[in-house]
Nanobody, 114 residues
């Protein structure tokens, strides 16, 4: 069964850090580009970052450049998003998805508030 399971979200103060994880199963994780996407409360989906199959090519939306780092461990079938210097505007539900958006996780909530 194809699945993506995110974890690592929570409540953090502005300036804090979180690391999200996304564990893949049921498909060839190493053969897929992977995305992190977020949905702020009451707003639409926003692509945050993408990483290629080998993990040596990444892209970020401008609002998170220099603060977020996407990475992957193909041996562990796991995708990561290290989020530093978090801002209230980063509050959202964060999803991982495969490169063609054919498979999504259930998401993990990140709330940045003092």
């Amino acid at each position: 069964q194809v699945a993506l399971v995110e974890s690592g979200g929570g409540l953090v103060q502005p300036g804090g850090s979180l690391r999200l994880s996304c564990v893949a199963s049921g498909f060839a994780f190493s053969g897929n580009w992977m995305h992190w996407i977020r949905q702020p409360p009451g707003k639409g989906l926003e692509a945050v970052s993408i990483i290629n199959k080998g993990g040596d090519s990444t892209q970020y939306v401008d609002s998170v450049k220099g603060r977020f780092t996407i990475s992957r461990d193909n041996a562990k079938n796991t995708l990561y998003l290290q989020m530093n210097n978090l801002e209230p505007e980063d509050t959202a539900r964060y999803f991982c998805a495969t490169g063609l958006f054919s498979t999504w996780g259930q998401g993990t909530q990140v709330t940045v508030s003092s």
